[in-house]
């Protein structure tokens, strides 16, 4: 037997945590999508929208994470999760010089947000 859930985590005879972060983030990707309706809202305050991230999307992509052992990789691909949804919540920008609509940088996202959420 190669690999099995036990408890909700993917055991694997090579102790790999990679198809265990794998379909966490699939998890929270489908979390993400049922609530996307309130993330991108402009009637919620936007801290609002972050502790709707926090108490339902992140317990989805987090579980049995105290076993994890992150390499830079998998490290990147959370924090590529995290910035996503951040994006829904804060949306995009008007550029100051050209009147354009843009996408907000990793910095800006950080910058924006109160605290560090997945990884504070």
Known sequence: MEDFIYLGTTITNQNS????IKSKLKSGIACSYLVQKLLS????????????????ILPFVLYGCET??????EECKL???ENRVL??????KSDEVTGEWKKQHNEELNDLTPH???FG
């Open 17 to 20: 945590i990679q198809e265990e």
């Open 41 to 56: 809202s402009k009637l919620l305050s936007k801290n609002l929208q972050i502790k709707i991230y926090k108490t339902i």
């Open 68 to 73: 994890w052992l992150l390499t830079l990789r």
């Open 79 to 81: 924090r590529v999760f």
């Open 87 to 92: 994006r829904r919540i804060f949306g995009c």
């Open 116 to 118: 560090p959420v997945l």
